[in-house]
């Protein structure tokens, strides 16, 4: 890997449909229209493989969080969204699918542009999963019911339950993969009836504004999305807001603590899906050929800015040396560039102040004893790039064990298999419970350890991948409640129970 990072000039690259959405003057989406800030404030948007400004947002604040959220509440009580026969809704919910689908270069261009990732990775698997949940979520549009309940009251009863959508939604989501998120929220929302306020991060807003286009193209009414760009302020507004009934939040552990405190004044809905500190573990039978860039792309997918990152990987002393060699090889073997470069394998991370953070929590670790095996270092050129990281000599209680670093640091750490119990209190000896994965032929083995480990998802010979059948979220400080699957459905809907006497 060299220690320069050389750019190409990525506006040769772009499609007609990408330069021109980079080139407006992007506002606020509310109530089904393009909309001035109150303010009139605007933020500049920066492509973090140059650090240069490739486009510019309206920054909106808490008045215009009032407006949209007036707007969503106005769609929910008196528009057509939640009447709308559910085949209608689902035919809508197919068609932001589709849409996605046939812009699905434009889409690919905007997230590189404004996340820094690698367009195949953004193409192949951000831009198709988000895809997959409009269609996945609008088969569940006409199959939220409820049952009939046999009750044991005096007297004859007909008593059943029905699932009815939670009313205005609060959705933030973080800048690390930001359309994927979007559609992991709005998909199951839309599908159950609700009306959205959408705050993007400010680090990455277009994607956000793109799908704002295309539901309405798709013939979402006026009103049940909106989108709100702009910084924390923005945030914090929507989250205190009196007529949210529900506020999903994706971020930091950190983050989804102050919204909770802020839900609590009038018991708002919540669920959160935050940080992780993912162990893997590697054992003496697994497939290496697999496991060595597998466990290596465990963390290093998106420059290591994945909750789900296993950058804490237990490696079997039989096979430690070689699984750390190989993942150090394979790290080294990745090109740093931008990421519409066809040669490029790794972007960069999405700021300044996120490349300043983990180099602080890197340079902790080293000052607290762990050793660069491999990487390590920020490159010379521009953009906010960190050269991947291969530590050794980690100890439980350091630093870069157990802070999320997001960033691509991985602290490979010896083990035995030889006591199962002291693998499962490894496993779990932190705050965090979102991931886990196990790479072992012994499928045995790979249950036990499965069945004993606090998180949310373990992928067995595998990492990073969901589906949206699959429930996804988070034990312990890693969340409140699930996303994906028949979950998603039951995060925007409550339950209620009718009992009708009949004599």
Known sequence: MTSTVELIDFKERLSDATARFLSRQHRLFIGGEWVQPASGATRDVIDPATGAKISTMADGGTADIDAAVKAAREAFEHGEWRRMSTNERAKILWKIGSLIDEHAEELAQLEVLDEGSAYN??????????????????????????????????????????????????????????????????????????????????????????????????????????????????????????????????????????????????????????????????????????????????????????????????????????????????????????????????????????????????????????????????????????????????????????????GPVISAMKMSSDDLDALVSEANNTVYGLAASVWTKDLSLAHKLAARIRAGVVWVNNHNQTDAALPFGGYKQSGWGREMGFSGIEAYTELKSVGVYLG
């Not at 930091?252 to 405190?261: D, E, F, P």
């Not at 630093?399 to 997001?406: G, K, L, N, S």
């Open 121 to 406: 990775v953004v193409k192949n698997f951000y831009v198709r999963l988000s895809a997959d949940h409009f269609r996945y979520y609008s088969g569940w549009a006409t199959k939220i019911g409820g049952s009939t309940v046999p009750v044991n009251m005096p007297g004859e009863w007909h008593a059943y339950t029905v699932r009815e959508p939670i009313g205005v939604v609060g959705q933030i989501i973080p800048w690390n993969v930001p359309l994927l998120m979007a559609a992991w929220k709005l998909a199951p929302a839309l599908a159950a009836g609700c009306t959205v306020v959408l705050k993007p991060a400010e680090d990455t807003p277009l994607t956000a504004l793109r799908i704002a286009e295309i539901c309405r193209e798709a013939g979402l009414p006026p009103g049940v999305l909106n989108v709100v760009t702009g910084d924390g302020k923005a945030g914090a507004a929507l989250v205190e807001h009196p007529d949210v009934d529900k506020v999903a939040f994706t971020g930091s552990t950190a983050t989804g603590k102050a919204i909770v405190r802020a839900a609590a004044d009038n018991l708002k809905r919540v669920t959160l899906e935050l940080g992780g500190k993912s162990p893997v573990f590697v054992f003496p039978d697994a497939d290496l050929e697999r496991a060595i860039p597998g466990v290596a792309e465990a963390v290093l997918l998106n420059s290591g800015q994945a909750c789900t990152a296993g950058s804490r990987l237990y490696i079997h002393e039989d096979v430690y040396d070689r699984v750390v060699a190989g993942v150090a090889e394979y790290a080294e073997s990745l090109k740093l560039g931008h990421g519409l470069d066809p040669a490029t394998h790794l972007g960069p991370l999405i700021s300044e102040r996120q490349l300043s953070r983990v180099k602080g929590i890197l340079q902790a670790g080293l000052d607290e004893g762990a050793k660069v095996y491999s990487g390590g270092g920020q490159p010379s050129g521009p953009g906010y790039f960190l050269r991947p990281t291969v530590l050794t000599n980690v100890k439980p209680g350091m630093t870069v064990y157990r802070e999320e670093i997001f």
